[in-house]
DNA sequence: CAGAATCCCATTCGATACTG
DNA sequence: CAGTATCGAATGGGATTCTG
């Protein structure tokens, strides 16, 4: 990012002003360029499940600052991977979206995640936003045995509902504005944060155990939700 | 990385001394802790295809400082991405090596370069390194052509020699040490540097264009070198 | 409250010089 | 060749302030 500042690339000759862009065809190199700085990758991955705003942002991602949000999302903006775009919804605001092009990012921030959860070091008790949780799902599912499966799965995780469509081995998620009762959820999955859900799923803890000692709720066809949890493994250690 | 700094994670609460690293569970997250600094993932990328000394890097990294390089190394060695091992072979010298686990980030890189790659912006008249090079070929392969199609293919660019053994749809390469007559190499591409390559295989610009202005020899069987170009597709821009 | 702008200090980066 | 040592410059991040 940072594509147009004080001095971009002279006549493409490779390099920034002080060496700091690589200069490189690799397209690997180039994504760096693009959300190789610190946070932005991750700016990125809770915009997957939608547009959030400026306070959202910095709400899921604690430690963030507001100087450094507002100077990734500028550069973000200048990347093409994301659009500031008012609304005027519930109330006027501005909200920050990925472009097409940006959401095609997931693939990469999966198989980024996958990879590193595979480490030994990998420590998954840390606190997991609700997008991380979608995410991981889609990251982890079994394809083969998802094929045989349709279900419809709401999910109310810290406050923010997202229903998944399971069907085709495909598993899209898309945020939710109510998960009221009127829903078409066969099963919903409440939790007052993303690793009580995660426990279930990959945990493999009891659901009783899970809500009795972690405050999970599972509402609707609780056989449904059984056979979900066993769409899901952890992938082995390696090293 | 640096896992074993001053500082580490106080009683695994989620976040180290400057809350410089995210205390986030999603893999993603822990990624971007391991190679997520400056540099780290291009030192991954070079290692992608066998051990590599020090001063290599430094020649095939234009830009990155000694001072950098030592400390990245040391960072991915916490981590457990690569291990610095002696050698003996031609000389007693040390060369950096991904571990198991190191390898299975290609999968990562090759997204992200992928993803990258579609940007309007992407610039891919830049230097290619040989390794930058044979990555994009396992990266833009499309493997349904590939199923039908075996062949070994041989590539000296910028004085590093590769084997590309295509086989029921996977194109595994490794770095051969002499690639002389007596190769088992059906064709093989040689060049000055990995954009000339890049040139024929996804510039889609005659062979023999490409010999006669940017200095490729194609030897060997000429028809097959054809057949193997077209297996490969730069992916389309999307804005 | 949303978010931009400013100030300040700690850390990091990169270039150069130097060493076993 | 394989790094260390050092130093100025750039960046990162917290706190505060300003604007709507």
């Known amino acids: 990012m940072k594509l147009q500042k004080e001095t971009e690339s002279p006549k493409g000759t490779a390099e920034g002003k002080h060496g700091r862009w690589y200069g490189d065809a690799c397209g690997t190199a180039f994504a760096l360029e693009l959300v190789g700085e610190r946070w932005s990758l991750l700016i990125v991955r809770e915009l997957m499940m939608g547009g959030r705003r400026f306070s959202d942002l910095r709400r899921v991602l604690p430690g963030i600052s507001a100087k450094v949000l507002t100077e990734r999302l ?18 006027p605001a501005q909200v920050y979206e990925l472009t097409e092009w940006g959401y095609y990012a997931e693939v990469a921030i999966r198989e980024l995640g996958r990879w590193a959860a595979r480490s030994p070091l ?24 998802a094929k045989a499966f349709d279900a419809v799965i709401g999910f109310e995780v810290a406050g923010e509902s997202f229903v998944a469509e399971l069907k085709d081995g495909q598993l899209p998620i898309r945020r939710s504005s109510s998960l009221g009762d009127p829903s078409s959820a066969q099963v919903i999955f409440r939790a007052p944060a993303g690793p009580v859900v995660a426990a279930a799923l990959y945990g493999k803890l009891p659901i009783a155990e899970v809500e009795a000692e972690m405050g999970l709720k599972v509402e609707g066809d609780r056989e449904l939700a059984e056979r979900y949890i066993g769409l899901f493994a952890l992938p082995e250690k390696i090293v």
């Open 74 to 91: 500028a550069g973000l903006e200048a990347a093409g991977v994301l659009k500031k775009r008012q609304i005027a919804d519930p109330v």
């Open 122 to 145: 990998h420590d998954p008790s840390l606190p997991l936003t609700p997008v991380g949780l979608m995410l991981s799902m889609r990251t982890l599912i079994d394809p083969e045995k």
